[in-house]
C-alpha cells in the first residue's frame, strides 16, 4: 500500500486546538485503594530540578576581559514537607482518587531574573533583515570586533536555497519521507581523537559504550568546537566527570574531560549517516533505536522518548513533562540529526545552556549566544549556523527581544524545531515564571521565525501551569507526553514498605519501558505475561474487607532484578514467578494477566499504571493483591488521553459488512461441489486481503461452524505450503512407489530444483488429511529420502453447506461482530466513568476521604456486576470537527492510488492500524489519529460512510460473484 501522496498534509484543518486547552482536566490522577497517603502533584516534581545542574562549572567561558555573567539561580523552592506515614485505620479503607489540581495549589509566581540578558532600543520580532556587521556588535552587545563576516550566501543544505536572493521558504512540518532533507554532512576535513563528544552520563543510565575511533569522519568536533569558542572538548572515556579551567585553542577555553572505567564508544559515521537515513526514510521505532544505539550508545529509550521523537518527527508541537534526569534532552539531541534545519534550543540559564551543549554527541555539532561573548564569538557562531554546521544552537529567551537575532533566522537553515526547555517558565501561573518566556509565543515564533514545530519540555507544571504554556505555544492537548509519577509513588509510603508489588501496563513496549526506567532507578524487577482472566468479585471485595494488617517491609531482597518481555519461553517465566514468589524479585511489571497460576498470598500492591479495560479486568487484578489477610493496597493512575486510545483501539477488531461479504465469497468459493474438501485461508494474506485481524478471521468461521446453521467445520491449522528436495531415491523412483510423492510431482511448481506445493491440493487430490500428508513426509524424511520446510499458517475447513442468502448471512454476522466491539466500548467507558467519577465527582462522602475512594468505588463496581452501571457515551468524545468531512474528502484525494472502506478511513482518522492500512505505512499521513478525540463510531466512520462509495451487499442467493474493490467514488460520496 503506498502511502499518502504530497498533498496528503495539505488539510481543510487548522492546527489542532488552536482555543486555549480546556480547563484542567484529570490527565493523571491516581486511585488508591486502602491507601491514606497524599502524594505530591503527580506533574510537579517533588524535588525541583536545581538550576545549573550541580556539575563543575566552568571557570570561564568569556572573554578575560569581561567578567562572565554569572547564571542566575532559580529561587529555591520549599522542600516538600515529608508526608507522615498513614496508620490506616480499619474503619477507613478507600480508595484513593486525586487530581493534580485537589492535591497541590497553583505554584505561586516567582520571576527569574534573567541570565544573559541583552537589552535592545528594538522591539522583539521587529522587521526581519539580514543581519549586518553592527547587528553581530549588537547581538554581542559587546565592544566593537575586527572579525564581523561579511553576510554570506547560505544554502539550505539539499534544498540549494540561495537565502541572499530569495527569503527562505522555510518548508515543514517536518513530514519523514520527504525529500527536504539536507544531505548529510559529507566528510569533514579534521578527524581527531579529540571530539566535541562528552558524555556527562554520571548517572549510570545506559550500558554505553564510549570510545572514539581513530579516524572520525564526517561529524568532525572542528567546527562545533569553533562555534562554542572556547570550550575544548575532550573524551577520554571516563566515568567521572572533570571540568578544568584551562586554555583551549583560543586560550579562552576550558576543557571538559572523562576521566574513568567507561569503554568507549566506536563512533561510525557511516553506520550513523545509513541509520538517520532509514529514519527518514521510515521513522520506526526499529531504526529509532538503531540511530540511538550508534549515536547515544544506549539499549533502549526510556519512556516518553520514543513518543516525543515521533512526534517532533511528524512535525507536531509537542509537550513533554518528564522528571528530572528522564531524559529530555535526547528528544531534541536525535531529532537535530534527522530533521533537515536548525534545532533552536531557548534555555533560561547559561549554565545550563553550557552543560547541554557539552552533553550533545559528538556527531552533533551544537552552539550558543550568550551575552558573554565577544563579537569574535557571535560572528562565528552565526557563520556555523548560516553554514549549516551547527544544528543546535542554545539561546536565552532574551534574545527574542533583539530583532537583529531574529533577523540572523534569514540567512540561515529553516528551524526545524524550537525547544522550549524549563517551559514552565512561559506560565505566568508556574513557580518560576520568567517574562521573557512570555514572547515565546506561537504566533509569534510563527509569523517571525516560520517556526512550524515546538517542543516544550519541563519536570515541573502544574495542570494550569500546563494548560497555560500548551495555549501559549499552541501545543493541542494530544500532544502532552507525561510519565506518569511511578517512581514517586514507589518512593512513596506506603508503597515504599510493600515487598511484593504487580504493576499492570497494557503494552508491551510500556512494559519494556517501565522495566528499564525502574532498573536504572534500583527498583527491582521487570516481567510482562499476557493471559486471560476470570471474576471474583465477592472474593476480593471480601478479602479486601478484611485485610486489617499493615505489611512492613523488608528491603533486604530488593536488590536484585530481572528483565523479561512477552516472548521469553515458558521456563524462564515460571522462573520469574518463582523468584517473585521468593522475593527475590519485588516488582513485577507485567501486561494485562500476569498472575494466572500465581499463589503468592502477600503480593502488597497492586497498581495500574493503565486503565484496565473493565471493571471485571480491575477487580480481577487487584484481588491478586492481599491473599494473606493482611491490608494491602491498590493504585491506579489515571489518565484520560490514555482512555482514548484504549478506546480507539477497541475498534481495531471490527470490520465493514463489504469486509465481511468478501470474505465470505472465498470460504464458499468452491461451493458444495468440493465438500468434504480441505479448505484453507491463509492467515496473513487473507487477513491484509480483507483487511481483518487474524482471530476475526478465526472468529467468523468459528460463528460458521457453531451458529444456527453449521456451513463448515474447522480443522486443525497447519502450514499450507511446502517446499520439498530429494536426496538419495531419484523422485520419478519414489514417486512409483509413494502416491503421496506422485501427486506432489503432478501439482508443485518447480522453483530452483525445488518442489513447491499446496498441502490441501495434495491432500484433497489423495483424499486424505492434511495431517495423513504431513505424517508421511516426516517419515520420508526420517529415512533421509527427502527435506522440506513449511510456511504459510492457515486456517483449514470443510464445507458442510453453502448460505442461500448471502446478504442476510453478511449482514448478520457483521450486526454479531459490531455488537461484541460496542460491548467492548462499552465496558471501557464503564471503566473510565468509575475512575472518572472518583477523579472528578466524588463529594468524598460516605466514607471517601481525599484521595481514598473504596466506597464510591465499591458502588460502583456493585452497581455494575448487577448490570446497572452501563452508561453512555462520554460526553468529551461526543463532539464532532466542522473539518472533518473536508479532511476525509482532502485525504481521499490525496490518496487516490489506494482503496478504502469507510472503517479503514475512519481507522486512519483514529491512528488505528489494521492489516491492510499498516502504521508503518500510514502514520506517515497528516491526517493519521487527527481525530482520535472524537468518537469514533458516531462520527468519524460514519463521516467515512458518507464519503467512500460503499456498494451494497455483492454476493447475491448461492451465486458467487468477485468482489469489485472498494474504492473512494467521489460521484457517490456527494463530495
Ligand atoms: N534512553 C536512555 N538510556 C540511558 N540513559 C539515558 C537515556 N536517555 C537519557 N539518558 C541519560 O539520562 C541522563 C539525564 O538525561 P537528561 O539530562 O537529558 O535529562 P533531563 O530530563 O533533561 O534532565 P533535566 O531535567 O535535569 O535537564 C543523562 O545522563 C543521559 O545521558
Known sequence: MDSDSDGSHISATPPRDLQPPPPPSSHISRIKLFSTITHSHPTSNPNPKPKPKPKPKPKRYSKPSKPPSKPLPKPSQPEPSPTPIPVPNLSDLPFQIRRPSDEKPDDSTCNVPAGGLYLSKFASFSKIRRPTSLDVKSIANDSASDSIPPPCRTEVKGEGVDINAVKVVKRHPNLIGGSNFPALPAKKPRISNEGNFVRLNINGYGKSKFKFKGKRKGYSAASGRRSFRGYKRKARGSGEIENKGVCGEDGLGFEISQVGKRDRLEVDEELIRDAVSGVRNESSDENLLKLLKLTHGYESFREGQLEAIKMVLSGKSTMLV??????????????????????????????LMIDQLKQLPSMIEGGLICSSQTAEEISETLRLLQEGTIKVLFVSPERFLNAEFISIFSTTPVISLLVVDEAHCVSEWSHNFRPSYMRLKASLLRTRLNVQCILAMTATATTKTLNDVMCALEIPQTNLIKMKDLMTLLKSSPFVDVESIIIYCKFQSETDMISKYLCDNNISAMVSFSFTLLVCLNEVLFRESEANLFFNCNMANFSKHKSYHSGILNKDRSRVQELFCSNKIRVVVATVAFGMGLDKRDVGAVIHYTLPESLEEYVQEIGRAGRDGRLSYCHLLFDDNLYLKLRSLTYSDGVDEYAVSRLLSQVFATGLS??????????????????????????????????????????????????????????????????????????????????????PTVANSIGVSAVDILNMLQKLKSKGEITYDMKDPAYCYTL?????????????????????????????DVMFHAAAFAVQECKRMNGCK??????????????????????????????????????????????SQAKFTPRAVARIMHGIASPAFPSMTWSKTHFWGRYSHINFHVKVYSGSRNSVFEPDCVIQDSKIKKSPDITYDREHSGL
Open 800 to 828: 458442510v453447506d453453502v448460505p442461500k442468502d448471502f446478504c442476510s448471512l453478511t449482514a448478520h454476522l457483521t450486526k454479531w461482530l459490531s455488537e461484541i466491539e460496542s460491548c467492548k466500548v462499552q465496558k471501557i
Open 674 to 759: 468440493s465438500q468434504q474438501k480441505i479448505c484453507a485461508l491463509v492467515r496473513e494474506s487473507a487477513s491484509q486481503k480483507f483487511d481483518m485481524k487474524e482471530e476475526v478471521i478465526l472468529t467468523i468461521l468459528t460463528h460458521l461452524e457453531l451458529g444456527e446453521v453449521q456451513y463448515l467445520s474447522v480443522l486443525p491449522q497447519i502450514n499450507a505450503t511446502c517446499t520439498l528436495n530429494f536426496h538419495q531415491t531419484p523422485s520419478g523412483l519414489l514417486a512409483a512407489k509413494d502416491i503421496v510423492i506422485a501427486t506432489i510431482l503432478k501439482t508443485a511448481d518447480i522453483k530452483h530444483g525445488q518442489y513447491v506445493f499446496d498441502i
Open 850 to 895: 481525599d484521595s481514598q475512594h473504596t466506597p464510591c468505588l465499591h458502588k460502583k463496581i456493585l452497581e455494575y456486576f448487577n448490570e446497572d452501571g452501563f452508561t453512555d457515551v462520554p460526553e468529551k468524545l461526543d463532539q464532532s470537527s466542522p473539518f472533518l468531512r473536508a479532511d476525509i474528502k482532502v485525504f481521499l484525494q490525496s490518496n
Open 322 to 351: 518528564l522528571p528530572t534526569g528522564a531524559g529530555k534532552s535526547l528528544c531534541y539531541q536525535l531529532p537535530a540529526l534527522i530533521l533537515p534545519g536548525i534545532v533552536l534550543v531557548v534555555s533560561p540559564l547559561v549554565a
